[in-house]
Nanobody
Framework: QVQLVESGGGLVQVGGSLRLACAAS????????MGWYRQAPGKQRELVAT???????NYADSVKGRFTISRDNPKNTVYLQMNSLKPEDTAVYYC????????WGQGTQVTVSS
């Protein structure tokens, strides 16, 4: 059974920082590229960042230079460090494999106030 549990969201002012964490089932974490996705109100879910099992990362242009994805393999956890946050970063953030599996966690809300 796939389990994805996101945490770390909250309300932050423009320019602030947050660190998200996602604990994933070991059976999917160890062999897959992991990704962070987000969905803003009225918009489609979008891919924000990915990290391979070897640690290679990739980012959406909108977050490049501000967000950093990392993973702790022994803990089956993937992180997203978000700096210099903007109002347009407001969304529910989810983690999943990349490409994603059909089962999603509950997500964690990030709200950036101006």
């Amino acid at each position: 059974q796939v389990q994805l549990v996101e945490s770390g969201g909250g309300l932050v002012q423009v320019g602030g920082s947050l660190r998200l964490a996602c604990a994933a089932s070991g059976n999917i974490f160890r062999i897959n590229t992991m990704g962070w996705y987000r969905q803003a109100p009225g918009k489609q879910r979008e891919l924000v960042a990915t990290i391979t099992t070897a640690g290679r990362t990739n980012y959406a242009d909108s977050v490049k230079g501000r967000f950093t994805i990392s993973r702790d393999n022994p803990k089956n956890t993937v992180y997203l460090q978000m700096n210099s946050l903007k109002p347009e970063d407001t969304a529910v953030y989810y983690c999943n494999t990349h490409p994603y599996l059909p089962s999603w966690g509950q997500g964690t809300q990030v709200t950036v106030s101006s």
